[in-house]
T-cell receptor, first 116, second 113 residues
């Protein structure tokens, strides 16, 4: 199936731990994103990578570090997790450049992170 | 800075009604506007995508319009059904290669049988 898939779907961990969330898209898109949705359902962009290059880095703590090994993958590593990091993290992709750049976002199903 | 507002925040209607959801944005220099649906505990499902050069898009019972000059988009849902109950989000993509979008806070729709 063509899609944006992210793992794990649920993640429960203790404060101070380090964790990673993985994202893969097989849509051939050139741009991938991480969005955070907090308890009030507000959706805010965190990072964006275009062809493996970081192009958007919103005001996010340095404990969050994205990595894009290739344009089909964008992972998110979080160090020293805090209670306030609890949220749903969504990966998304879109085609920004070229003749097919009229495409909108395709979202993954989300990773619900709970820090206890 | 682009700001996106969705009104109302919540809406409850009886089954069968036609309804309109609103999305307003402050900067008209947009690349596209996309409407999503989010079910509780689920991801975002794309409903309709309107390019800046378009006025409207239709899919089944859904019709989305775009008026860039007034900074408004509407999502029209005809003959609403209980299965339409969800949160509806609009996302406005700004006119740069970064492809960054700003999301509204959503309208939570409840359609009562």
């Amino acid at each position: 199936d063509t899609a944006v898939s992210q793992t794990p779907k649920y993640l429960v961990t203790q404060m101070g731990n380090d964790k990673s969330i993985k994202c893969e898209q097989n849509l051939g898109h050139d741009t991938m994103y991480w969005y955070k949705q907090d308890s009030k359902k507000f959706l805010k962009i965190m990072f964006s990578y275009n062809n493996k290059e970081l192009i958007i880095n919103e005001t996010v703590p340095n404990r969050f570090s994205p990595k894009s090994p290739d344009k089909a993958h964008l992972n998110l590593h979080i160090n020293s997790l805090e209670l306030g990091d609890s949220a749903v993290y969504f990966c998304a992709s879109s085609q920004v450049g070229g003749a097919a750049s009229n495409y909108g976002y395709t979202f993954g199903s989300g990773t619900r992170l709970t820090v206890v | 800075k682009q700001e996106v507002t969705q009104i109302p925040a919540a809406l409850s209607v009886p089954e069968g009604e036609n309804l309109v959801l609103n999305c307003s944005f402050t900067d008209s220099a947009i690349y596209n506007l996309q409407w999503f649906r989010q079910d509780p505990g689920k991801g975002l499902t794309s409903l309709l995508l309107i390019q800046s050069s378009q006025r409207e898009q239709t899919s089944g019972r859904l019709n989305a319009s775009l008026d860039k000059s007034s900074g408004r988009s509407t999502l029209y849902i005809a003959a609403s059904q209980p299965g339409d109950s969800a949160t509806y989000l609009c996302a406005v993509r700004i006119n740069t290669n970064a492809g960054k979008s700003t999301f509204g806070d959503g309208t939570t729709l409840t359609v009562k049988p």
